[in-house]
């Protein structure tokens, strides 16, 4: 059974960091693309960060470069979200995901991922 598992989630003051972790199982994620969305209350899952499984490439969303940063640990399938100089906007359930093609990262809300995570609540306190 394939899964994705998040974890790393928390409360955390505004300031402060999170380093969330996804581990995959159930098959080998080598040659996947992995990816972060965020849900808030009341809005639409949203791209967060993407890296490529080739080369490592990443990409992020315009307003949080900078202050998150995705990196993988293949030999694990695991792969990480570190986030600083949190703030109260960024509270959202963060979710992982995997894709086949680097592209589909990029769809709207996410759609077309091959696998997603059930996801990681983040509360940042102001």
């Known amino acids: 059974q394939v899964q994705l598992v998040e974890s790393g989630g928390g409360l955390v003051q505004a300031g402060g960091s999170l380093r969330l972790s996804c581990a995959a199982s159930?098959?080998?994620?080598?040659?996947?693309?992995k990816g972060w969305f965020c849900q808030a209350p009341g809005k639409e899952r949203e791209f967060v960060a993407a890296i490529s499984y080739s080369t490592g490439r990443t990409n992020y969303a315009d307003s949080l470069k900078g202050r998150f940063t995705i990196s993988r640990d293949n030999a694990k399938d695991t792969w990480y979200l570190q986030m600083n100089s949190l703030k109260p906007e960024d509270t959202a359930v963060y979710y992982c995901?995997?894709?086949?093609?680097?592209?589909?990262?990029?769809?709207?809300?996410?759609?077309?991922?091959?696998?997603w995570g059930k996801g990681t609540l983040v509360t940042v306190s102001s």
């Open positions: 995901a995997a894709a086949t093609t680097m592209a589909t990262m990029f769809n709207l809300g996410g759609l077309g991922m091959d696998y």
């Open positions: 159930g098959r080998s994620f080598s040659t996947y693309a």
